[in-house]
């Protein structure tokens, strides 16, 4: 099956930037509409930002739209996120999914990654 690895969180400051990146390790990620989704302690996990399979359709949540960047290339699905606030501060997970142009409902994802932990704070 189809196996996601995220990486490039950590610690930032609020106004500072950070760049994800989700990679298939086995297979190619082409032909995968992908999406990325922040879950904080207590709260539900919710959509952030998702890319069509050749990349043509991006979609944001309003939460962050003007600060994130969703783009990527054959095998990486990468998020440039600038600006960031402590409110963005999330395990932000990468998932997969069978339509090329997936919604945010996290009902669209077959495969799902690990997480990475991004904490805004002074």
């Known amino acids: 099956q189809l196996q996601l690895v995220e990486s490039g969180g950590g610690l930032v400051q609020p106004g500072g930037s950070l760049r994800l990146s989700c990679a298939a390790s086995?297979?190619?990620?082409?032909?995968?509409?992908v999406g990325w989704f922040r879950q904080a302690p207590g709260k539900e996990r919710e959509g952030v930002s998702c890319?069509?399979?050749?990349?043509?359709s991006t979609n944001y949540a309003d939460s962050v739209k003007g600060r994130f960047i969703i783009s990527r290339d054959k095998n990486t699905v990468y998020l440039q996120m600038s600006n960031l606030k402590p409110e963005d501060t999330a395990i932000y997970y990468c998932?997969?999914?069978?339509?090329?142009?997936?919604?945010?409902?996290?009902?669209?994802?077959?495969?799902w990654g690990q997480g990475t932990q991004v904490t805004v704070s002074s």
């Open positions: 890319i069509s399979d050749s990349g043509g």
């Open positions: 086995r297979f190619l990620l082409d032909g995968y509409g």
């Open positions: 998932a997969a999914s069978p339509y090329t142009a997936p919604t945010m409902s996290p009902w669209d994802y077959d495969y």
